[in-house]
């Protein structure tokens, strides 16, 4: 079976917990059989091998997920990697030119595709087989998975099939109702719309090429930034007449909001927290400091470098208009992770900020220069090879460097490296970096 | 009227808002008429000064909360302040101390003593004057006031009066009872010890005398550390037979738990917060991130540098035992503040420890050194006077200073004055400073 895994962004509805670049899908809530914890991707990818061994697995995504990817899945799948954000079409039609340029998968062959973020159990999997199956008899150019929907729901679009069987022709499609309608649709026999589906190959490369002007991997990646905004559903599956949907009636969970979320953690109590005399209430702490729950009912309570979070299960659907745009406050990168301490605007405009840096050991930060930012760093804990203006010195606790715009300047750990940095300037953003080439594999690095 | 009040430790009840050092006195909880904000101390202050405006206030402390006394009651008030903390019996002693050869209070005139921190109205002034007015005319040792119970409470000790009537011979005391207890002294016609009570100076003097060895200020101030850790109650209270009580049916509050703090409280939210569709919940958060507090019901939330809290309003009273001891993460001083960012035990047992300090302008730190840290300072806003080893340099924005243990340092603020230091060492304690003196009224300074 060929599978493209949709990773996309997490978007505010788990706010603090996912922010632009640390997305729900790769939080490790899952808990093994034998004690370890994985996350959506892993449990996903876990569970897909288990149907099929020899799977083919595709995640389309866009470029700041790929280190937590490799970091997770450890290169055993394939990455389609947009540049930029555009809609669903361009990113499968993106991740399908990969399979057939970059993976050589032969355009007669069918592929599944599916969002990585749902919670579903191992039926789910047998029925994207199934998918796949009726995919390459070529009955229909699009075949979809309709699930049958477990409550009238507004957050989801909606699948009326002609007929109540396993296999139907596809009668229309029906945006995101009202409750009332919801109703009205699933009396119909309505099914949800959950973003699965099946079709040939060559099917979606000759819609790339009618719609996007090509079919070449090489040129939509080189052209990205110039495809159109357009979602898959719009721009193939509303138009398609041979289109088929297949009726899904096992466990299918959308962990998109807290209520829904926390329901699919093992753990009641995620970090250095306590809750004391709670019902039903689940509690995650990433800062350092301690956190105390006690007495409370049906809470999520979430604590990260980006904010803090009470609420209300069944509230949790209206969490994401009340949350603001800000900068990340943690990200984790290939070469470690930053959190940021303290953030000041002064009275004069100017900028101040404090980040904790971690890296790990034999990973680098790239060769670069900020134009906008002076940097002092401080060597709290490890050992590493730091380079400024192309002189290299190995630094240790209690080192220091003091890093003005301009300079250019990387750090390599050798053991776990700590550094506490402090910036200041008129502008403090992850954008003000200008990278150079370095030579990571010269003498003494 | 004399009058001293007893401003205690606040210790872990209203855990994070509070700490060893930031107790709930000093919190600017409540609104006044013309729409700024008053603490429970300068509260106080206010409504004795209402009722006598020749009022002579003391305030007995320790010394850590001298500055922000200072801070809050601009030297308004005599403060005698414990060395170290010892029980209520050496703390009463010594203020009267104060009283009688500091203040020169001649021995035959009343005084009254009262807690800083329950939340009263202005008839229990009144009452604290009619106290002072019983303790003058002598017919008995020992005036209590005996508060007539809202509840059946465990949390208090229970006087039990000889007659009903607003003056009474006490009968005797009862400690704290469970709630069944508590339900039959009241039906006896108990009264809550509130630790309120007034004296003939020298009936103290005397006391303090007998058990203590002096009744002198200097004495038991120098000897302080070596005085028995001794309540008022068993000391004195309990064993005088010449004993009276006064009954008031007046407001009284004790905000020792978040249920009764927040009861008090003008505003719902205070700090970067937002509580959307909740009831009956208060939220306060001193940390830069946001907090979103979101459908939930008479919660109590607070976050600070300390830690994070949510409780149910009423389970509140039971916070206490789940909070650790840890180093206090903000302190308010005279010459500024400062919070910790960020705390690490690294694996070899080194430390490391973020702080970002503000200092006002005209104030500064103390002339010092540490045994056991490095500190490195970084400069982000504001100007100032750095000493090091003696040499005075002027600092501002952008510069850094390296202090290695042994190295005596200053900083004073000519404007507001923001640092981030890094510290790194085997022990980095508040404790870890050795203070020299410094002439800080020499040129340029």
Redesign the interface.
Known sequence: MNIILLSGGSGKRL??LSNEVRAKQFLKIFKKADGSHESMVQRMYRMICEVDSGASVTIATSENQVSLINAQLGGKVGISAEPCRRDTFPAIALAAAYLHDVKGIPGNEAVVVCPVDPYVESDYFQMLDKLYAQAEKGEANLVLMGIEPACPSEKYGYIIPHFPGLLSDVHSFKEKPDILTAEKYISQGALWNGGVFAFKLEYILDMAKSVLGTALYEELFRNYENLPRISFDYAVAEKEKKIQVMRFAGVWKDLGTWNTFTEAMSDQVVGNA?A??CENTHVI?E???????????N?A?A?T????????K???D??KS???D?RP?YEKRIWGEY?V????V??DG?N?L?K?LIIIPGRHISYQYHVHR?E?W?F??GTGKLIIDDIITEVG??D?A?IKPGMKHAIKADTEL?I?E?Q?GDELTEEDIIRLDWDWGQDGL
């Open positions: 706010w603090p306590v004391v005399q702490n800062l350092q400091i301690p956190l105390i729950a006690l007495g409370v009912k809470l309570i604590a470098p980006d904010g803090i979070l009470v609420t209300e069944r509230s949790s209206k969490l009340y949350v603001s800000q406050m959190t301490l303290d953030y000041r002064q009275s100017h101040s404090a904790h002076t002092m401080t709290v804990d606790r209690g220091t003091y700590h506490i402090v200041m």
